[in-house]
């Protein structure tokens, strides 16, 4: 099955710098690349997909890269916040029709105001 | 809408006891799923469903059992307790087919902790 690798698991930044989390997947059929946000004490939340048909995409402050030949894909967050501090997860999936996603172990985002 | 909800929040179990962990969406959402999150672990799947009277195992559903008579509600259930399981259970649901057919809605969570 499906194996996905996330890093780093915890990540310090100072507020306004940018973060970059980084994940690889095993399935090349793989098509489908969400990122959710959790929040203490809160479930995850969807904050950016991308499908394989395209190598980026952005909203606002935060964008995904998708890397389909090397099997990875990245969340770049700029002018990091302190309500940006949380755990980031990315997972993978076969797409529509595929019920189960693949989740990485996450990432700790520390912003430091 | 309240979206998805969890009952409840917190739960402290003996080791053989059993319980079962409520989830109901308001959504009209197909697909419901149950996660289990253990600390530095990420998500895995126990279970999941496409639709009312249809379930199916994900990757961890030793130990646990679910059923789904209407399409709100997915309740999960833990017949013999187990120190394994301690964690947190978060279920979710997504709407049906096309390309929202994975977009997760989670509820917020069920602590349990068997001692």
């Known amino acids: 099955g499906e194996n996905v690798e996330q890093h780093p698991s915890t990540l310090s930044v100072q507020e306004g710098d940018s973060a970059v989390i980084k994940c690889t997947y095993s399935d090349s059929a793989s098509n489908y690349f969400p990122w959710y946000k959790q929040e203490l004490g809160k479930g995850p939340q969807l904050i950016i997909d991308i499908r394989s048909n395209v190598g980026e995409k952005k909203d606002q402050r935060i964008a995904v890269t998708l890397n389909k030949t090397a099997k990875h894909f990245s969340l770049h967050i700029t002018e990091t916040q302190p309500e940006d501090s949380a755990v980031y997860f990315c997972?993978?999936?076969?797409?529509?029709?595929?019920?189960?996603?693949?989740f990485g172990k996450g990432t700790k985002l520390s912003v430091i105001p | 809408n309240a979206g998805v909800t969890q009952t409840p929040k917190f739960r402290i179990l003996k080791i053989g006891q059993s319980m079962t962990l409520q989830c109901a969406q308001d959504m009209n959402h197909n697909y419901m799923y149950w996660y289990r999150q253990d600390p530095g672990m990420g998500l895995k799947l126990i279970y999941y469903?496409?639709?009312?009277?249809?379930?199916d195992k994900g990757e961890v559903p030793n130990g646990y059992n679910v059923s789904r008579s209407t399409t709100e509600d997915f309740p999960l259930r833990l017949e013999l307790a187990a120190p394994s399981q301690t964690s947190v259970y978060f279920c979710?649901?997504?709407?049906?087919?096309?390309?929202?057919?994975?977009?997760?809605?989670f509820g917020a969570g069920s602590r349990l902790t068997v001692l």
């Open positions: 997972a993978a999936s076969l797409g529509a029709g595929s019920y189960q996603l693949t």
């Open positions: 469903s496409v639709g009312a009277g249809i379930t």
């Open positions: 979710a649901s997504s709407i049906t087919g096309g390309a929202g057919a994975n977009v997760l809605t």
